[in-house]
């Protein structure tokens, strides 16, 4: 069973010729909702698993520490937690440090049983203590791996999240008050509200009735809302 995992714009697909052994976490240009979708079924194979070899195929798939620093240092670490921030996918270790990983346009990752396969895109492999394979693929290299020891080296100029808590209509109606640029651009910057892209802005505009060229200052709290 092939299982794509992905949100209402892309096919779920299936290739019985693979068995049961293998699964494919993908999407096409992943924002916060398709993010986050991964994050939790990456979590249900990672969670609890210790990473006992790591292969980098495609040396700039890693964009922090160097390649031969990230394969020493990942080797042997647990698993302690996956999430998101934005649109990276979010891995604690229990070495302290931080796994996040931008999927970018084109970037999945596949986990199999049965071996890591020979995926000409694959750009790097993780094996688990109990066998797992963890093996990202990404056709067009724009993906990137930081493995850090504090997320906010990557993270830090991020806005806040949109499904929290502290994000409500008084704050947005706010913060769009002292804004004079177009409100698509403002919702699209990710230092202004993380881990929305083109596709949602867009969507939401629409169905508020707002035009995307329009000045942030100039909507009313009751657009806000």
């Not at 990473?51 to 195929?57: A, F, P, R, S, Y």
């Not at 990983?101 to 049965?114: A, E, Y």
């Not at 651009?185 to 230092?191: F, W, Y």
């Amino acid at each position: 069973l092939r299982l794509c995992v992905n949100d209402s714009r892309e096919k779920t697909t299936k290739d019985y010729s693979c068995g049961e052994s293998r699964k494919i976490f993908s999407l096409t240009m992943p924002e916060l909702p398709e993010v986050e979708t991964i994050a939790r079924k990456l979590a249900s194979v990672l969670t609890g698993q210790t990473i006992v070899h790591v292969e980098v195929l495609w040396e700039r798939t890693i964009a922090r520490p160097t390649p031969d620093a990230f394969r020493t240092k990942l080797v042997g670490a647990g698993v302690l937690e996956v999430g998101r921030r934005g649109k990276y996918i979010q891995t604690t270790l229990s070495t302290g440090q931080t796994l996040l990983v931008h999927l970018r346009m084109s970037g999945k990752f596949v986990v199999s049983t049965d071996g890591p396969g020979d995926d000409r895109h694959a750009r790097l492999r993780l094996h688990l203590a109990d066998g797992t394979w963890v093996v990202y693929v990404d056709p067009r290299k724009f993906g990137r791996f930081y493995l850090v020891d504090d997320p906010c080296e990557v993270t830090g100029t991020l806005g806040p999240e949109p499904l929290s808590a502290d994000f409500t209509a008084e704050w947005l109606t706010a913060q769009l008050a002292r804004r004079r640029g177009e409100i698509k651009r403002l919702l699209l910057d990710q230092r202004f509200i993380a881990g929305l892209g083109n596709i949602y802005v867009s969507e939401a505009l629409w169905q508020a009735g707002i035009h995307p060229q329009r000045a942030a200052e100039s909507l009313t709290p009751a657009e806000a809302q």
